[in-house]
């Protein structure tokens, strides 16, 4: 079993940055390849898939609406996965899902993922 935890959410003016994290504990996180991601829902929405990253790090996949704007990274050592999130919109007002699958495979499909935080809230107003 894998438990995460997200942080680092909050208000944020438009154009400015925020960096999230997931911290993960359990057994599992270093035994296996995890890939973990970043989803995203915004009020009356459904959940978004923003960024993900394979086991080591060097993959990673990121929605077209984010590209070039966040950053995702993790470190294995601390068992947390990071969201830089840059250039902030009032479009990217959501609460904040961290998740991990137990594949190789970065895969942008929510259902694909196992393990889910219980979300951060970002909100950029306009």
């Known amino acids: 079993q894998v438990q995460l935890v997200e942080s680092g959410g909050g208000l944020v003016q438009a154009g400015g940055s925020v960096r999230l994290s997931c911290t993960a504990s359990?057994?599992?996180?270093?035994?296996?390849?995890?890939?973990m991601g970043w989803f995203r829902q915004a009020p009356g929405k459904e959940r978004e898939f923003v960024a993900a990253?394979?086991?080591?790090?060097?993959?990673?996949n990121y929605a077209d609406s984010v590209k070039g704007r966040f950053t995702i990274s993790r470190d294995n050592a601390k068992y947390t996965v990071y969201l830089q999130m840059n250039s902030l919109k009032p479009e990217d007002t959501a609460v904040y899902y961290c998740?991990?699958?137990?594949?190789?495979?970065?895969?942008?499909?929510?259902?694909?993922?196992?393990?889910w935080g219980l979300g951060t809230q970002v909100t950029v107003p306009s």
């Open positions: 998740a991990a699958d137990r594949s190789v495979v970065v895969r942008t499909n929510s259902g694909r993922y196992e393990y």
């Open positions: 359990g057994r599992t996180f270093g035994g296996y390849a995890m890939t």
């Open positions: 990253i394979n086991w080591n790090g060097d993959i990673t």
